[in-house]
């Protein structure tokens, strides 16, 4: 019996998942970790590991379909994956303390998540991320992260995707490399540049530090890097969050994500993929909180131009 579901948002076409059993997760401040070696899920820890989230949004235990129609109150069960990646046996570790060949074995988890959701035909799009502190939510300090198999786009990558498949089809070429050469062409909001992948806080930033790292090659899928391109986001995102905790002398809260192509659906080769890192910290003291023109009217309002978020990205990356 499932006790998440998907619910319809009539006037926006927004869909909205629902999952009271999270509630039930346990406080991070609890003295028992699930993610520590020796504990049930992870018996003995040797390299990063998938398991399934105890309290997961989404679940494939039924058939994925509607179970309630009409205009206004539509919904569906919560069909989908939810799995964590315990990325080390270090419970005090993080993410940025891990070495190169650490966070390539994580990403290859990442990487091989991807590969078996999508064998799903129900699967429309894969989010793997990580949520590190309080400040975006996250309940264990065990060092994890997680995938997400959804059986929709999300809305933000859906009107990415809607962009891009627009572009492609107008002038045959793919937006995030055209984008790219213009960047490269302004250089400001670049913080960091190898032979395969590009770092910018983009002109367009919601958040102040909000950093994309796109591979140079057009691909869509963490499956398609090759070793060289998954190199070097394991040496860069690291690397971008000490820059951002340098600014604020603290170890800021962050979420870290893979925005991949979605499945199962046309016209999806036009998708170009991308690291994102999104911190809620807005200078020292205090956080970027949603108002009334962001939660009402959806506009942000960022009081940092990119360009000037980039250049102490850039000064402080090590
Ligand atoms: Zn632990
Ligand atoms: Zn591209």
Same mark, same amino acid.
């Given at each position: ?24 997760? $346990? /406080? ?5 970790? #699930?993610?520590?070696?020796?504990? +049930?899920?992870?018996?003995?820890? %040797?390299? #990063? !590991?998938?398991?399934?989230? %105890?309290?997961?949004?989404? /679940? ?22 939810? =799995? ?17 060949? @650490? ?5 290859? @988890?990442?990487? /091989?998540?991807? &590969? ?17 502190? =309080? ?15 959804? $059986? ?6 859906? %009107? ?26 302004? +250089? ?13 806080? #983009? ?12 591979? +140079?090659?057009?691909?869509? !899928? ?50 170009? &993929? ?5 911190? #809620? ?38």
């Amino acid at each position: 019996m499932a006790e998440s579901e998907i619910r319809r948002n009539p006037f926006t076409n927004e869909l909205i998942i629902y999952s009271p059993a999270r509630q039930k997760r $346990p /406080d991070r401040k609890e003295e028992y970790c #699930p993610l520590c070696s020796g504990s +049930k899920e992870v018996p003995v820890f %040797k390299k #990063p !590991l998938r398991i399934t989230n %105890k309290y997961p949004s989404l /679940d494939n235990r039924e058939d994925f379909k509607k179970v309630k129609t009409g205009t206004f109150f539509e919904k569906s069960n919560p069909y989908g994956f939810c =799995e964590l990646v315990v990325y080390t046996k270090k419970h005090d570790a993080m993410f940025i303390d891990l070495n190169e060949e @650490e966070i390539l074995a994580i990403f290859i @988890e990442w990487r /091989d998540a991807t &590969m078996d959701f999508a064998k799903d035909s129900n699967i429309k799009y894969i989010l793997p991320f990580e949520n590190y502190g =309080e400040d975006v939510g996250a309940t264990l300090i065990h060092p994890h992260g997680q995938i997400y198999g959804f $059986p929709f786009i999300p809305p933000i990558v859906e %009107k990415e995707f809607n962009a891009a498949v627009q572009y492609q089809k107008e002038r045959k070429q793919c937006m995030v490399c055209d984008y790219i050469v213009a960047e490269k062409e302004e +250089k400001e909001r670049i913080i960091y540049e190898d032979d395969h992948i590009i770092g910018i806080v #983009p002109y367009f930033a919601k958040y102040a530090y909000d950093v994309y790292i796109y591979p +140079k090659r057009h691909y869509g !899928l963490l499956h398609h890097s090759t070793q060289r391109e998954m190199e070097s986001f394991s040496t860069l995102l690291p690397k971008v969050i000490q820059s951002v905790n340098s600014i604020f002398n603290k170890k800021a809260s962050y979420s870290l994500s893979l925005n991949q192509s979605p499945l199962n659906t046309p016209g999806s080769a036009a998708f170009h &993929m991308y690291f994102k890192i999104h911190t #809620p910290q807005r200078n020292k003291e205090s956080l970027k909180l949603l108002g009334a023109v962001e939660t009402s009217g959806g506009t942000f309002i960022n009081g940092t131009l990119p360009e000037q978020a980039a250049k102490s990205l850039r000064n402080n990356l090590e």
